[in-house]
């Protein structure tokens, strides 16, 4: 029998009791509806720092689903490793994820075909304590009917690599790709505005790779922006702010952005603190 992965840090970075996170997802999403954004993405870069830092921008993505919330049905969401060093992506065995507001099943239909790329491995221990994946969850339970999740750990890896899983798992308009990244880290206030601007432009123009330390989930991003290329998908700029805008001071910052990438007419004629 597969087990169900426990939260991690829940309590920590977000509201452990479920009717404190459910209130505190409500009144984010609430704050950054109506704003004006791209149509429903086929792609989604968000952040993953504690809510009170990160929660203003990642729900201004997150509010960008809701319109094709009932025909959203396969989340693939790929986010960095912060407790292991390792080279590749890792899946999980796990039946499912678990968080206050209940559990999201997992996607196993094409574990055998991402376990044929190089450097894709399935490997519990990277996810068991990893917040990047964990922090996106109770957002995607708010703004989506029933979904299923593929989560993806990336290590070292190439664009190539997290591309070609990407790839693997497409699908079609039942399926969003989730980018989990902050921008940069721990820099003075106007130092890191001038460099999440700057990293923010390169994603809008589909320049990769990002320079290192840019971003912290800059190889997941990395990948995401050369399978938008293949794609021809189209960047839109949501919303970007820094933790000293949110709850923290402005001597050591951690930048944050969303961005949302939808499918151009060309596309859609086919067939197709951190």
Excluded at 44 to 50: K, N, Y
Excluded at 211 to 225: I, K, Q, S
Aim: aromatic share 6%; proline share 7%.
């Amino acid at each position: 029998m597969r087990m169900v992965r426990q939260p991690a840090v829940a309590g920590h970075f977000y509201p452990g009791l479920p009717a404190v996170l459910g209130r505190a997802v409500e009144t984010l999403l609430d704050h950054a509806r109506g704003v004006a954004g791209p149509r429903a993405p086929k792609a989604l870069i968000v952040p993953h720092a504690g809510y009170v830092y990160s929660g203003p921008t990642a729900a201004r993505g997150y509010v960008l689903l809701e319109p094709a919330r009932a025909g959203t049905r396969r989340i693939v969401l790929i986010g960095p490793a912060h407790r292991y060093g390792f080279t590749g992506l890792a899946l999980s065995s796990a039946a499912a994820f678990a968080t206050p507001l209940g559990e999201v099943a997992l996607d196993h239909t094409i574990d055998d075909r991402l376990l044929e790329l190089p450097d894709v491995i399935e490997a519990d221990r990277y996810h068991a304590a990893e917040h990047s994946l964990e922090v996106q969850l109770p957002f995607l339970q708010r703004v989506l009917d029933e979904f299923v999740l593929l989560p993806v750990v990336v290590g070292d890896a190439t664009p190539q690599q997290v591309a070609a899983v990407i790839e693997a798992a497409w699908g079609g308009p039942e399926t969003v790709v989730v980018i989990s990244s902050d921008l940069s880290h721990y820099l003075p206030y106007d130092v890191a505005e001038a460099a999440d601007k700057d990293t923010v432009q390169r994603i809008l123009d589909l320049r990769w790779p990002l320079p290192d330390h840019a971003a912290c989930g800059g190889r997941a991003v990395n990948g995401l922006l050369l399978a938008a290329c293949d794609h021809h998908l189209q960047p839109a700029l949501v919303d970007r702010r820094n933790s000293g805008d949110t709850a923290g001071d402005r001597e050591r910052v951690v930048g944050y952005a969303a961005v949302g990438f939808t499918e151009t007419a060309t596309t859609e004629g086919h067939d197709e603190q951190s």
